[in-house]
Each structure stands twice: as C-alpha cells, then as structure tokens.
C-alpha cells in the first residue's frame, strides 16, 4: 500500500467516529515565584505538559506524573540535593529557578526551539516512554463533527489552525502530511499557541458557517472533555500525521561531564523502579532514542 494510501485509509478510519478531542494544556497563567535552590543542587527543569504541576487531575491516572519522585531518585544516585522547577516554558521555568537548570524534560521539539532563545546548550540524554511504551506523539487533524470534510483532501476550502512552529506534531509534522494530500497551503499559516485554543476556534467558527480546522496534539485526547472544555464528539479526527519525538531528557552546559554520565545512567535505570515508574506514568522509564534509518 502506497503512503498515500495508507494515510487515506487512517483518515477514512479515524472520521468514521466522532471522536472527543482533549487538549492538555498550560494553566491559564504561570505562577513566577521563584523557588529556593540549595546550594549546590542539581536543577532539573520541566516542563512536560503532562505532569500534575502543569496539567489537571480531570482524568484518573493520566496527567498526573510526580517529577519530585525523579528529584528523590537522583539525590540518591548523583550525592547531592535536586531541586525539581516546573513551568509551562523553559523560560518561564529558568525565571522560577533564576537562570539554574541543569537537567531539562520536556517536548524533545519545543526543547530545541527555545533552548537557543535562553542562550541554553543542551545535549540529548534520553526519552521517556509513556504508558503504552512509545516515546512519539502525533498531529491530529480536527474538524467539527457536522463538517462534511472526510480526509484531509477535503480541507481545501478550510482555514487551517496549525500550532507553533516549535511544536513539530501540529506545524512541520502537519505541513507535511497535508501536502501529501495535495492541499495547497497559504505561505503564511494560521497558528494558535494551544490545542484548548485551536479546538474552541473549530467549535465556535464552525458554529457560525465557517469551514475550519485545528491541528492538536495527541497526547492531548485524553483532557478536554475530561476539563469539560470540548462537549464529547463535538470534534471529529480526519488526519493523523507520523509520529514525532515527544518527552525527551536533555544536560545543560552547566553539568559535569561526569554528573551527566551518572544522571543518564540513572534515568536509563527508571524503568526498573516500579513504584517511580507508576509516578511518571511510563511503561518503560527514560531510554536511549532509536537508531536513525540510514
């Protein structure tokens, strides 16, 4: 089966049922007040949408990982104190731990777009496997339940809602597959910041006549219905994109060469804890990235 085929028949499948689209997103505002750092502490920075600093317990046993259990976890194994800072940015979060972080978790893409505009370097150390034992998440292409757009070919006519260009699932990852459905796409793109925003705009504008869609992300799913945001099947799926990098581990410039030998070793080692595993949701804990296609 040709890849545009297969990506037919995906679409095909996923539209067939009206499917409730969940956006785990950022709290309404951030909370800046800065945290006391020990002296000496190994700073870890998160900013992973799906841990319970950032997220909502609306839905029992998903967005509610325990980064502080990883912080008690690697005081053990680097001798040392962590402190553990979260925040919905990575600028946001190094203003709560006043420019510290020596250790960061979050989106592998959104990581690597704004590291550079916090004049942060970082090395890739590990990625974290969720519950079903991936380590990617996808674009998911959305419309209003009612729209008789199908596949993704039928978006012509469609102002499309894309998400920043540092979120690849729902901006470079969604470009590509829809111009494998032959969509033309206008040269500057509609963006929304959050998968909560691009879903309201395709209920709302669909509401009043206009052909609309919204790419959110699929880790997403599980949380606007649960928050009550979305009313179930108001959104229906008719694309989905490959899948992309999702929760990635990286050191900073900051860490030691040797500390960061130790705190890779040790986040290799999480999915052999089962108690911390359960606590940051993971099937398998942190592991190494699979080996590019050559």
Not at 104 to 118: F, Q, T
Not at 272 to 293: C, D, Q, W, Y
């Given at each position: 089966?040709?890849?545009?085929?297969?990506?037919?028949?995906?679409?095909?499948?996923?539209?067939?049922?009206?499917?409730?689209?969940?956006?785990?997103?950022?709290?309404?505002?951030?909370?800046?007040?800065?945290?006391?750092?020990?002296?000496?502490?190994?700073?870890?920075?998160?900013?992973?949408?799906?841990?319970?600093?950032?997220?909502?317990?609306?839905?029992?046993?998903?967005?509610?990982?325990?980064?502080?259990?990883?912080?008690?976890?690697?005081?053990?194994?680097?001798?040392?104190?962590?402190?553990?800072?979260?925040?919905?940015?990575?600028?946001?979060?190094?203003?709560?731990?006043?420019?510290?972080?020596?250790?960061?978790?979050?989106?592998?893409?959104?990581?690597?777009?704004?590291?550079?505009?916090?004049?942060?370097?970082?090395?890739?150390?590990?990625?974290?496997?969720?519950?079903?034992?991936?380590?990617?998440?996808?674009?998911?292409?959305?419309?209003?339940?009612?729209?008789?757009?199908?596949?993704?070919?039928?978006?012509?006519?469609?102002?499309?809602?894309?998400?920043?260009?540092?979120?690849?699932?729902k901006h470079a990852a969604a470009?590509?597959?829809?111009?494998?459905?032959?969509?033309?796409?206008?040269?500057?793109?509609?963006?929304?910041?959050?998968?909560?925003?691009?879903?309201?705009?395709?209920?709302?504008?669909?509401?009043?006549?206009?052909?609309?869609?919204?790419?959110?992300?699929?880790?997403?799913?599980?949380?606007?219905?649960?928050?009550?945001?979305?009313?179930?099947?108001?959104?229906?799926?008719?694309?989905?994109?490959?899948?992309?990098?999702?929760?990635?581990?990286?050191?900073?410039?900051?860490?030691?060469?040797?500390?960061?030998?130790?705190?890779?070793?040790?986040?290799?080692?999480?999915?052999?804890?089962?108690?911390?595993?359960?606590?940051?949701?993971?099937?398998?804990?942190?592991?190494?990235?699979?080996?590019?296609?050559?």
């Amino acid at each position: 089966m040709s890849t545009m085929n297969r990506r037919e028949a995906i679409a095909s499948a996923l539209a067939l049922s009206a499917l409730p689209i969940i956006a785990a997103e950022e709290k309404p505002k951030e909370k800046d007040k800065p945290v006391v750092i020990p002296a000496n502490a190994l700073v870890v920075l998160v900013m992973d949408p799906l841990s319970k600093e950032l997220s909502c317990p609306c839905v029992a046993g998903y967005a509610q990982r325990d980064y502080d259990k990883l912080g008690k976890y690697l005081e053990g194994k680097v001798g040392r104190a962590v402190a553990v800072v979260q925040g919905e940015s990575l600028a946001g979060a190094l203003k709560k731990s006043n420019g510290k972080g020596d250790l960061l978790i979050g989106k592998d893409s959104v990581v690597r777009a704004h590291a550079p505009d916090s004049k942060v370097k970082v090395t890739y150390l590990a990625a974290l496997t969720g519950k079903d034992g991936k380590t990617t998440q996808t674009g998911l292409v959305v419309v209003a339940a009612a729209d008789k757009a199908v596949v993704a070919a039928d978006l012509k006519d469609h102002t499309i809602y894309f998400g920043s260009p540092s979120a690849e699932e729902k901006h470079a990852a969604a470009i590509k597959t829809l111009k494998e459905f032959g969509l033309a796409l206008p040269a500057k793109l509609s963006t929304c910041a959050t998968c909560t925003e691009g879903a309201t705009k395709v209920v709302e504008e669909a509401k009043g006549g206009a052909k609309v869609a919204a790419v959110v992300s699929s880790y997403a799913q599980p949380l606007l219905e649960g928050c009550g945001t979305i009313k179930k099947g108001e959104l229906r799926v008719i694309a989905e994109t490959e899948p992309v990098p999702f929760i990635a581990a990286f050191a900073t410039e900051s860490l030691s060469p040797g500390d960061r030998d130790t705190v890779k070793a040790a986040l290799l080692e999480v999915g052999k804890n089962k108690t911390l595993a359960t606590a940051l949701e993971t099937k398998s804990g942190f592991v190494e990235p699979p080996a590019k296609k050559k």
